[in-house]
């Protein structure tokens, strides 16, 4: 497989248009005019690549942007590892995470795993273990490829849910058949394999426990995590991402686990604007992140993203009231779930086999993009839904800002302009930006309606139904199961 390279903006004209951006800054340190619709053909790529070949003609890349408050993180830098990778085999060190987001750049993440491969047949919904590591590692490997050439800054190992105590858990064969060390291992090879075909870092990721919501001790959770950061020492993950956590109380301990490896860290929560499951508010989570060690605080999975930027922003309100300093980090849904309760989208009877009507287009990723960019966002990427042109949508979207293209936009005319080839006239006339922005998309589902209602069974740690045991489910236990799913319905 060849190495992916960074697509330079043209400097002829674009197939379409970018929407107008802050003025990015020269070398030189001076302003160029920001474009508008009104600059001539090619006129306005035409200056704005000249800016960017003198901003890159440097050793290193000067911050185009100026960015918001809390997202200089200089007192991280002084005090911790920036992740930058040692040369291996002669190869030139990669920057770090934080020498990147210190430099003023935006990080774009990848996509969703779990999803992505239970829909193409290597991923079983329910427990969601990442076994295809193992057992399929070309399947991994080929949607590691693909949000690489997406425009994917970051590949997070394929290692969600790959505790020890996850793979046993109900009946999980994994941990016996497979173990946990070699899932994480595999994740971590086939990782570094695509990243080192880019210039993408791998990021090595735990997340919640099924020990923590059986009211386990904080020794013992912290020794599942030391079980996964071993792995990641030993094949040298460039940073780590605690991600996935319903409880700030757990999500802490997993930062603080992190933290002796002395690696960079980002912690991420599935919390909404009310907070994490126990009433803490997403202000006071950041803080307590930060405080734990991480340098980098957000949110992943669970929420859409109009709902996840309005939970970072709680966020950056408390991290500056507590006159903290971190960068902010989003990985949302690319589902539509204005209707959650608390818990967020597995709360939503369509979970997770009909969430289909609610997928985001690429539009409406590119919106989330600009938003989160305009809110301090410097580390924006996806979760659950979220696939390669999702990606690629932030990508084209922050391209002004970064200088360049993924390599996929070779192959996707912006806002549409590649329909000018089609054969039909009425396709030809969507070859535009203002029709796609302007469309009201319907479902073709006239007889559905448009929102659900959340089942918010309300069942959070140490609740019976949570508890952790290795026998799979008995029909018992499920019996149970489904006369309180009548009752909650009824009501």
Aim: hydrophobic share 35%; proline share 7%; net charge positive.
């Amino acid at each position: 497989m060849g190495t992916w390279s960074r697509r330079p903006i043209s400097t002829s004209p674009p197939e379409g248009k970018f929407p107008a951006s802050p003025r990015p800054v020269s070398k030189a340190g001076g302003r160029v005019p920001r474009l508008r619709p009104c600059v001539g053909p090619g006129q306005g790529w035409r200056i704005l690549a000249a800016v960017y070949k003198e901003a890159r003609s440097g050793p290193a890349v000067k911050p185009l942007l100026e960015t918001a408050p809390v997202q200089s993180a200089a007192a991280f830098s002084a005090t911790q590892d920036t992740g930058k990778m040692a040369p291996i085999a002669g190869k030139k060190a990669k920057r770090g995470i934080l020498e990147r987001l210190n430099a003023g750049e935006v990080v774009i993440g990848d996509g969703g795993f779990v999803f992505a491969l239970e829909k193409r047949g290597y991923v079983k919904a329910g427990p969601w273990t990442p076994e295809a590591a193992v057992e399929h590692p070309e399947a991994v490997r080929q949607l590691h490829r693909e949000f690489l050439r997406a425009g994917s800054n970051v590949m997070q190992t394929f290692t969600f849910y790959a505790s020890e105590d996850k793979l046993e858990n109900r009946g999980n064969y994994v941990a016996e058949k497979i173990s946990g060390q070699k899932v994480n291992e595999a994740a971590c090879d086939i990782a570094r394999q695509v990243a080192d075909e880019g210039d993408a870092l791998v990021a090595g990721g735990v997340s919640q426990t099924p020990s923590y919501l059986s009211c386990k001790s904080e020794t013992e959770v912290k020794k599942i995590f030391h079980q996964q950061l071993e792995v990641f020492m030993k094949k040298n993950v460039d940073f780590l991402i605690a991600e996935y956590f319903e409880h700030v109380e757990e999500a802490v301990w997993a930062v603080e686990a992190l933290k002796t490896s002395g690696k960079p860290i980002a912690a991420t929560m599935c919390i909404g604007p009310e907070g994490d499951l126990h009433g803490v508010s997403p202000g006071e989570c950041a803080v307590r992140l930060v405080k734990a060690g991480a340098a980098i605080v957000g949110v992943n999975c669970h929420f859409d993203p109009s709902t996840s930027l309005q939970t970072i922003k709680l966020m950056k309100e408390g991290l500056e009231a507590a006159r903290l300093k971190a960068y902010l980090m989003s990985q949302p849904l690319a589902y539509h779930t204005p209707d959650c309760g608390k818990q967020g989208f597995i709360d939503l009877p369509e979970f997770p086999f009909g969430l289909e009507p609610r997928v985001a287009t690429r539009w409406d990723i590119q919106k989330y993009a600009r938003e989160a960019y305009n809110l301090g966002v410097r580390y924006i990427g996806g979760c659950c839904g979220f696939e390669p042109y999702h990606i690629r949508a932030i990508a084209e979207e922050l391209a002004p800002e970064r200088g360049f293209l993924p390599p996929a936009s070779e192959k996707h005319g912006s806002w549409g302009s590649g329909l000018d080839m089609h054969t039909k006239p009425w396709i030809r006339a969507r070859a535009r930006k203002e029709y796609w922005q302007n469309l009201r998309i319907a479902s073709g589902r006239p007889y559905n309606p448009s929102m659900s209602k959340p089942d918010a069974w309300g069942v959070t740690k140490g609740a019976a139904e949570l508890m952790q045991q290795k026998e799979a489910t008995t029909e018992q236990q499920l019996r149970a199961l489904f006369e309180k799913q009548k009752f909650k319905s009824a009501q």
